[in-house]
């Protein structure tokens, strides 16, 4: 909001907010502007109180004389004399804070950025009292017995001032550089900006002990648990609770070291730049607990406090399985989420870094602060944007849950396989490098290099640790990943080629080189993609006129004029027919081999399945295939490597005839084993006149019974529709909107479960997740007990609200049928909880009831 002051007498306009004070009787709202002005809001209603403004002319009303203004009543010989300077409303500019007298809810501080704090009475409006600061003020805070308060300048010193009720003038009683001899003293900054104008920090002092902690982001307020009496002289603070713009931090004042409190919840997600996912499904117990104790001895730097801040009573079931969420980083880091239920609590962090050498040291603690080393800072939270090396970046993640393997492939084509180790280890990692440019000559790579590694052993904590590296020439990014744990196999692909790789025997397959001789793009990098962009746009004009040049060449070498009109009426008419034949249809131009990107490889499938000799399929339309699958004798998919044997899975029927589907972004296309053979295709493009981005088989079960479920395609497109296919005869069972097709990102992000559900970044800090299941849901359910005040008709016994919400539920709607449920739920980082939820009817029944 922005506003002037009009000078005419009429009332001022709202302007930019600077500080907030909510009263303690809970009856207005206080707003500090950037004008000086102070408005005051009737709560709930949120009406301004005009007459109770406090404007900066109330402020600066004193009987005055030429040369200084005398203020109060003479005592002791002195007077307050305020220069004359302060005597224009420019000393009123900017209302940096506002506090409430901690005894007396009557009277209210408020500082001005020049320096000019006043203490306010609400009930006469009128200042009781001035201070005068010689610095810019940043901030105030009272003494918990309302005699002193503490003012904290721009030059990062800090003063503390007396409060009496006679007038006198008031001198500060100190005025220190950091740091004092109080019990406790917190305030935000305390260096000075001409040094240290980049950093975030706010110090903690307590005797000898002093500390200022550095945070990775902007500071928006913090506050401090205190857990002293009420009586009590000093105060006795147990935590402090920070708001960074990018992260909740609690630290514990109680503990030596004053450490950080493990957060429960609202984790940091983009502590470093998300750029892949991975979801796993039902992951066994005994891997479970693996990595929660590796995530453990990662978190011994953490206090053993409780969280501090609770409220409210969970009243959501277990979870009835356990689910992974995978997310791999820009810093080459791997993430491992607890996605069971609502919130996502962090497990477990993998670095890849100790492999390669780097500018960054691996044994770089964060939290460790010199001994000599003035003004002491410590870096807490775990918000961290800066990358060492794009060339860490993960790309493809790929984990086994049966055999605790994990192949992890990043930017600089570097692919890893890992095992889940219990204990610390020291040993080398394997080496072996993949060319995939074998007999192809006049190639250059003109994009990054590798990354270099260590030679020699390499100390890993416990957890995942990397056995064997297998470095991609070119070192370009890896695009697609698959592993299969009993074949102890794992195939990688690149914008060049595929290779597969034995990592028990720790020696290549094969690689295969899939580049188009006219298919430049792929040499290039991702740096030289706007040359590769400017090139097809010179082509497609060039097409355009080449075109054109063609059409008045044949309409000069033809007949006479009405021959022309003649010829193209019957052409219109011609396709006016061929429109009401099939009016949903869209004409499909066959790509060339020159204008696509033939050897990008995206997407790898690894089969047990029947095949009479080595084919490639080329299907015309050129498409990019983005998705394989087997489907045995019964069209039920091959089930992954080892599920089997773990007797998670019957065998697959081997004697009936298997079928192969190929997704590209444009079809789906059936093919019989082991003839290869076309059966069955649906044009997704030409009919719907979208592409798919990604695709994955589904198992929906019944609500109902146990004893039945279905396996089918969930689809998301460039539109950001889901489209569930059914198999193997490929008809559109339903569609739903689900993300915005402006959002490209959100759609990118998208990753599928494996029964029904899936998550997309709808920003770089959060997550959505949505469910397009009936029987497998994800919600919040709690309950939060509200004490209700006479005094304010706005506060609602939450029983009220319970039974608002149940008898809007898909039980309590006459018109559910138990159709098709989607679950959109928000978890934001901005201590927000949001859920929407739509109940939507089968075929021709109307609509259930939608809350927000």
């Known amino acids: 909001m922005s506003a002037s002051e009009d000078v005419s007498g009429s009332p001022p306009s709202a302007t930019q907010i600077t500080a907030v004070l909510p009263h303690s009787l809970r009856e207005v709202l206080y707003l500090g502007t950037e004008s000086g002005n102070i408005f005051v809001l009737e709560l709930p209603s949120f009406r301004v109180l005009e007459d109770r403004t406090i404007t900066s002319e109330a402020v600066l009303q004193w009987p005055g004389h030429s040369s200084a203004v005398t203020v109060g009543v003479q005592s002791l010989g002195r007077t307050m004399r305020i220069p004359e300077d302060y005597c224009n409303r420019r000393s009123c500019e900017l209302v940096e804070a506002l506090q409430e007298h901690p005894k007396n809810p009557e009277q209210i501080l408020i500082g001005y950025s020049r320096g000019l704090i006043v203490l306010w009475d609400r009930q006469n409006k009128k200042v009781t009292q001035y201070f005068l600061g010689s610095q810019q003020l940043e901030n105030l805070y009272w003494q918990r017995d309302g005699s002193q308060f503490i003012s904290c300048h721009y030059d990062g010193s800090y003063s503390q001032w007396p409060v009496s009720s006679d007038n006198r003038q008031s001198l500060p009683l100190e005025t220190l550089m950091p740091y004092g001899q109080l019990p406790y003293i917190i305030f935000q900054g305390g260096m000075p900006r001409a040094s240290y104008g980049d950093r975030h920090s706010i110090s903690v002092i307590h005797g000898s002990q002093q500390t200022a902690f550095d945070f990775t982001s902007r500071v928006i307020d913090f506050f401090v648990i205190f857990s002293s009496e009420p ?159 794009p060339r860490l970046g993960i790309q493809k993640i790929y984990l086994c849950k049966y055999s605790g393997y994990l192949a992890v492939a990043g930017t600089a084509g570097q692919v890893l396989v890992m095992e889940l180790n219990d204990e610390d280890a020291e040993h080398v ?27 020699g052993s390499v100390q890993f904590e416990a957890g995942f640790q990397p056995f064997v590296l297998v470095q991609c020439q070119p070192p370009a990014v890896v695009t697609s990943l698959a592993l299969h744990s009993e074949w102890k196999l794992v195939a990688f692909g690149t914008s060049h080629g595929c290779g597969l790789f034995d990592h028990q025997q720790k020696q290549l397959v094969f690689v295969k080189c899939t580049l188009h001789p006219s298919d430049q793009l792929a040499l290039e990098g991702p740096l030289s993609r706007v040359k590769s962009l400017k090139k097809s746009l010179r082509q497609s004009f060039r097409r355009i006129r080449r075109s054109r040049v063609s059409s008045r060449k044949r309409r000069g070498h033809g007949g006479n004029t009405s021959e022309i009109h003649e010829a193209n009426a019957r052409f219109d008419q011609d396709m006016l027919q061929e429109m009401e034949l099939a009016p949903v249809q869209r004409k499909i131009e066959a790509r060339s081999a020159e204008d696509s990107f033939t050897g990008f490889v995206r997407t790898l499938y690894f089969a047990d399945t029947f095949l009479r000799d080595t084919k490639e399929i080329q299907l015309m339309h050129r498409a990019p295939v983005v998705g394989i699958l087997v489907l045995d004798g019964h069209n039920i998919p091959l089930p992954e490597p080892l599920e089997v044997s773990h007797d998670l899975s019957k065998s697959p029927d081997m004697q009936g005839s298997h079928q192969l589907l190929v997704v590209s972004e444009e079809q789906f296309k059936v093919f019989t084993l082991p003839k290869v053979s076309s059966k069955l295709k649906l044009k997704l493009t030409a009919l719907e006149g979208c592409r798919v981005r990604k695709v994955m088989v589904a198992n929906f079960g019944s609500c109902k019974t146990d004893d039945y479920s279905e396996n089918d395609l969930a689809v998301l497109t460039n539109l950001g529709d889901i489209q569930i296919i059914s198999l193997p005869f490929l008809k559109l069972q339903i569609r739903y909107p689900c993300i915005r097709k402006e959002d490209v990102s959100g759609i990118a992000s998208c990753v599928f479960t494996k029964y029904g559900q899936g998550f997309y970044l709808i920003s770089p800090s959060e997550f959505e997740r949505f469910s397009l299941s009936t029987k497998w849901l994800v919600e919040p359910r709690c309950v939060v007990d509200v004490p209700e005040f006479s005094s304010s008709n706005h506060m609602h016994d939450m029983s009220v609200v319970d039974n608002a919400r149940k008898s809007r539920s898909p039980e309590g709607d006459p018109e559910y049928s138990g159709g098709g449920k989607r679950c959109l739920i928000r978890t934001s980082l901005g201590a927000r909880l949001a859920l929407e939820q739509k109940w939507i009817a089968k075929s021709n029944a109307p609509q259930a009831s939608e809350y927000s």
């Open 231 to 389: 009586t009590a002289e000093f105060d006795d603070p147990s935590a402090m609770v920070v708001l960074a713009e990018e992260e909740l931090i609690v630290i514990d004042l109680k503990s030596d070291g004053w450490p950080a409190v493990h957060p429960p919840y609202l984790a940091s997600l983009h502590c470093s730049a998300i750029t892949c996912s991975h979801h796993v499904s039902n992951i066994p117990l005994k891997l479970w607990e693996r990595i929660i104790s590796a995530g453990n001895k990662q978190n011994v730097h953490y206090s053993n406090m409780p969280w501090p801040i609770d409220g409210g009573t969970n009243i959501a079931p277990d979870p009835p399985q356990r689910d992974l969420l995978l997310t791999g980083h820009e810093d080459g880091t791997v993430r491992f989420w607890d996605a069971s239920g609502v919130c996502l609590h962090l497990l477990y962090k993998l670095s890849t870094v100790r492999v390669f050498l780097t500018d960054a040291d691996p044994n770089d603690n964060m939290n460790a602060t010199g001994e000599d080393e003035w003004p002491p800072l410590r870096k807490v939270g775990t918000f961290d944007p800066y990358s060492d090396d």
């Open 429 to 455: 990692v394997d080496y072996a490098e993949a060319d995939l440019l074998q007999d192809q000559e006049g190639y250059r790579w003109k994009g990054h290099e590798k990354l270099k590694t260590r030679d």
